[in-house]
């Protein structure tokens, strides 16, 4: 099979080299160094032009926003084949997925979108959990696809629920992150020690990933590796606020994570790493970590 991929960032690099063990892969990167790199390493095809990446049975897009991938589109449409499926495996916003499919609709270009998660580790050993929107013979060409870049594969719902559901994860995630690190700083206020305090949320009732995997390297050994841009993580809090803002729901912790995640992402810049906000935590109680 013939895929063309756009978007060789931190999950997208990992992925198509995955997908290039059984399938004819054609890479293109705003930034072409890392296209040159892919090809040389990973046996792909170096795209001369963006609309080589059309001319393909599928079309993989791994962008910031659902923006870059609308760009995309525009630049992609006047060379895409009818009977072409477009994977958008960015984390993007379902309203501009539904309008995204419609438009390649016309084409006769089918449309997912399936979002991942698992981080780079999961992009690297391709292990992502993929969570995908669209109609069931949609999901199942994906599935096919996205099975060398993932365990877990789940079809969600029509066309944009599988964006739907990933902002919503990565919400619940935010907030775990923060209210670990809020309590957390407690203890260590308290006098607690720090791997201790971990010892016990982690044998009890306040385990998370966020307590298990995420802080304690960064809090107890002092390692910060950017793995996951705050400002990606800031657009889906976003994003699952504008859902609930449509809905009218009432969701007051949601809106304060969001206010919190911004204000983050204003204080320590868009190259920071998310669970850095454990920082800001501290900051606001005048101390550090
Ligand atoms: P990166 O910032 O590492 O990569 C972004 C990619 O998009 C790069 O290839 C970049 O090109 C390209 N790009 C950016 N702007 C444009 C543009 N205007 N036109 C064309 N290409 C553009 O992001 P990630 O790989 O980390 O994330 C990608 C998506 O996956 C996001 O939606 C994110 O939320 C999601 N995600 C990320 C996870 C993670 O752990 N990193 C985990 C799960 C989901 P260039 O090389 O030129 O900058």
């Not at 160094?33 to 599928?58: P, S």
């Not at 050993?125 to 199942?140: C, R, V």
Request: a negative charge; charged letters at 20%.
């Amino acid at each position: 099979m013939k895929i063309g991929f756009i978007g060789l960032g931190a999950m997208g690099f990992p992925m198509a080299r995955h997908l290039a063990k059984e399938h004819e892969v054609v890479v293109w990167n705003r930034t072409r160094e890392k296209a040159e790199r892919h090809a040389r390493e990973h046996g792909t095809k170096l795209a001369g032009d963006i609309a080589e990446c059309a001319d393909a049975d599928v079309v993989i897009t791994m962008l910031p926003t659902s923006a870059e991938v609308d760009e995309i589109v525009d630049r992609l449409l006047p060379s895409l084949r009818e009977g072409t499926l477009f994977i958008d495996a960015t984390s993007g916003d379902p309203n501009v997925s539904r309008k995204t499919a419609a438009r390649l609709a016309e084409r006769g270009v089918a449309f997912v979108d399936a979002p991942v998660t698992g981080a780079t580790v999961g992009a690297e050993n391709a292990t992502l959990t993929i969570m995908i929107g669209g109609t069931p013979e949609d999901f199942a060409r994906a599935r096919d696809v996205l099975r060398l870049n993932g365990k877990t594969i789940i079809h969600v719902g029509p066309v944009g629920s599988g964006h739907a559901i990933k902002v919503l994860t990565n919400s619940i995630m935010g907030a775990t992150v923060w209210i670990t690190s809020e309590c957390l700083l407690l203890a260590k206020e308290l006098g607690i020690d720090l791997e201790t305090a971990l010892a016990v949320t982690n044998a009890g009732s306040g385990r998370s990933n966020a307590s298990e995997n995420l802080l304690p390297m960064r809090l107890v050994e002092g390692k910060w590796p950017l793995v996951f841009k705050l400002a990606h993580h800031d657009k889906d809090i976003r994003i699952a606020m504008s859902l609930a803002h449509e809905l009218h729901a009432s969701t007051p912790l949601l809106a304060l994570t969001q206010q919190l995640f911004s204000a983050s992402l204003h204080e320590l810049g868009d190259q920071a790493d998310y669970i850095e906000v454990a920082k800001i935590v501290a900051k606001m109680n005048g101390t550090s970590w």
